[in-house]
């Protein structure tokens, strides 16, 4: 499985930005995708993620930075997750990664080396 993102660029604090992965190959019957970011300098840090099951039953969960400015969505037939971001603050410039976990069956994971698979990186930078 490869994770492919895309979505990343510049914009001005306030202003929105929509990332998307997606996964190719084949995929289990449970999903956990998620985003991470990194700032320069920084340690890579969870944003959100989401998992389903069969198709169906989207669960989703977010680091407090993320609550009431990001979404994350799914469309588990094309295995793609979509982060929207809203009123983005400069705070919010970094490297965003996407993640998946191979073999997974359950729960809520935070921590980047419980992710085995790793999109490139696309970068957002919030600037006026």
């Known amino acids: 499985v490869q994770l492919q993102a895309s979505g990343g660029g510049l914009v001005q604090p306030g202003e929105s930005l929509r990332l998307s992965c997606t996964a190719s190959?084949?995929?289990?019957?449970?999903?956990?995708m998620g985003w991470f970011r990194q700032a320069p300098g920084k340690e890579r840090e969870f944003v959100t993620a989401?998992?389903?099951?069969?198709?169906?039953?989207?669960?989703?969960y977010s680091a407090d930075s993320a609550k009431g400015r990001f979404t994350i969505s799914a469309d588990s037939a094309k295995n793609t997750v979509h982060l929207q971001m809203n009123n983005l603050k400069p705070e919010d410039t970094g490297v965003y990664y996407c993640?998946?976990?191979?073999?997974?069956?359950?729960?809520?994971?935070?921590?980047?080396?419980?992710?085995?698979?790793w999109g490139q990186g696309t970068l957002v930078t919030v600037s006026s």
């Open positions: 993640a998946a976990k191979s073999r997974y069956n359950r729960g809520a994971y935070y921590q980047p080396y419980q992710f085995d698979l």
């Open positions: 190959g084949r995929t289990g019957r449970n999903v956990l």
């Open positions: 989401i998992t389903w099951s069969d198709g169906f039953q989207y669960y989703e």
